[in-house]
C-alpha cells in the first residue's frame, strides 16, 4: 500500500472529532507516511485555494479555510439540518432547504481541488463521514484514480428516509464512486442493499430514476471501537481517581448511575431524564440511595432543533429536582460541559450503572469506554439501546427501548438489584466484544478490504 491519506470534515485537535478515532489513525498515519486533510476550523472571506499543511504533534495536517457562508450552507445546513436528522429517522426534526446542496457540494469540490495536487499514483484515499460523501466524484471528476474509501459514522437511513432527502439520487451515485463503503453495524449495510435492490422509483413526471450502479462498490460493516486497554489504564492512574475520590465523598453509599453524551436529540436525553424520574416514582426505596449523574456538552448550537432539546431537558431536570430533591438530597447533577479523557475514566470506573440510551446512533463509543474502564472485580451494568450500534456487540448488556421510559426505568432496576456474579459474567464477555472490536482492529480490517494484495481496480476518471 503507498501512502495513506485521511480526510475528515474536522481535523485532529480541533474540537470533538479528536479523541479515539485521531490516535487510531495517527499510528496508521505514522506507519504509512501519510497526512490528514480537513478544514481548518476557520471561517473567511475569500479562502486561498491552496491547502496549508502544518505539523501537529508529529502528524502532518493539511488545512483549507472555507467562507462563512459555504460552510453554513454545507455544515449546519445540508449536513447538520438534512443528512444528521434524516441518517437518524427524524425527518420531523429536518429542515428541507434544496439549496443547502449547492453549498454542499461546493465545498467538497473546494476540497477535491485543494487536495488533488498532493496526491500520488500510489496513495490511497479513506473518507470520513456524511459531510463529505461527493468527495470521491470531485476528485476523481479532477482524475484521481486512486483506491477511495468512505466509512460512515452515523447509521444509514431506511428507504424512505433517504427519498426524504433532496438529491438523494446524486449522493448514492456520490457513493458508488468509492471502492469500499463501511459501515457502522449489518443494519445499515441491510439498509443500504434496501436501496441498491429497490431504487429506481417513479419521477413526478412519471420516468423512473437513472439507477445507481453499485457493482464496483463493496458495502461491508465495520463496527469501529475504542482502545480499551488504554482506556482500562486510564481509568487507574492518578488523574482519573483525583476525580472519583472527591464524588465518593459526594456520594457517600449512593449507587451511581451515569450518561455522557453530546446534547443532541439523537442522544435519547430527555426519554432518559423520564426513565429515572419513573425509577424514583415507582421505587421509593431507591430514594437517597442513587444518583444520577448526566455530562452533556453543548453541540452545533446554532441550530434551533439543538437549542429546543436542551430548552427541553433543562426543564426536565427543573421538574425532577423540584419533585425529588430534599434539603440534603439532590436525585441528580446535570453538567452542560464536557471532561477531558482522564477525569470520564473514572467516572466510568465509579458508576455503578452506565445509561447509553441513545434513539439511534451510529456505534456509540461511550458503551465501549463504560465496559473498558470497570473494575474486573465490582464491575457496573451497561444499559444500552437496542438503536446503538453497539448493541450488535454488546448483546450481555441490559437491551432496552429507549422510547419505552417504563422498560428502561425496569432496566434500571435490575441493573442496580443485579448481583455481583452476574455482573461479572456479563462484563467479562462485553470486555471481550471490546477488545474484538477495538478501534485499532477496525482501522487494520479496512484499510486490509480497501487494498487488497493484487492492488484492486483503478478506476476511470468520471465522465
Ligand atoms: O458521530 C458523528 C460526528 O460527526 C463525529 O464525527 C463527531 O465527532 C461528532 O459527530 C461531533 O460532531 P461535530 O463535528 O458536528 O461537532
New binding site residues.
Partial sequence: MGRLIIVS??TPGK???AGGLAVALRKVLTEHEGFWFGWSGKLVEKPEPEAVFEDIEGLNVGKIDLTQHDHHAYYAGFS?SILWPSFHLRLDLATIEGHWYEGYRRVNAQFARALKPHIQADDVIWVH?YHLIPLATELRNLGARNRMGFYL??PFPTVDALYAIPHHNELMRDLSRYDLVGMQAERDVTAFRDFADHQAPATLSGSPLRTVDFSNTEVKAFPIGSDPDAFAKLATTPAATKMVKRMQRLLEEQALILGVD?LDYSKGLPQRVEAYEKLLANNANFRRQVHLLQVAPP??DSIKEYQETSDTLDAMVGRVMGHFAEPDWQPLTYVKRAYGQPSLAGLYRLARVGLVTPLRD?MNLVAHEFVACQDPEDPGVLVLSRFAGAAEIFEDALLVNPFDTDETAEALRLALQMPLDERRTRWETLMQAAKTHSVDNWAKHFLEQLTPADGGNKRPPVR
Wanted: hydrophobic share 15%; aromatic share 0%.
Fill in positions: 470534515n474536522r474540537g470533538p472529532a447538520n463521514d459514522h452515523i453530546r453541540s452545533r451510529g
